[in-house]
C-alpha cells in the first residue's frame, strides 16, 4: 500500500469505524447515486472490488475499506 492508499484507508477508517462500506457509503464516497453504484456493479467496472453476501439478486454487498482506498488512490489526481 502506498502513502497516498494509507492516508485514504486511514481517513476511511476514521470516519466509518468498521472494515466494509455499504453500496449508498460507497455512492456517497464517490459522489454518485445509490443506482449509479447498482448500474456499475452490472456491467463490472466503475467500482472498486465489493463481496456479495449471498446469491440472491438483492444480496447485500460490501466495499472492503482497502479496496476502496486502492481504487481511490488511482482515480484521485493530487497535481
Not at 21 to 27: D, G, I, N, Q, V
Not at 33 to 55: C, E, F, H, L, R
Request: no cysteine; aromatic share 10%.
Amino acid at each position: 500500500m502506498n502513502q497516498q492508499q494509507e492516508l485514504i484507508y486511514q481517513d476511511l477508517q476514521t470516519r466509518y469505524k468498521k472494515s466494509t462500506l455499504s453500496k449508498r457509503e460507497m455512492a456517497h464516497e464517490l459522489s454518485i447515486s445509490y443506482s449509479t453504484i447498482d448500474g456499475y456493479i452490472a456491467k463490472g467496472y466503475g467500482v472498486p472490488a465489493y463481496i456479495k453476501n449471498g446469491t440472491a439478486k438483492n444480496a447485500k454487498i460490501l466495499f472492503p475499506i482497502i479496496a476502496v482506498a486502492e481504487f481511490l488512490s488511482m482515480t484521485i489526481k493530487t497535481a
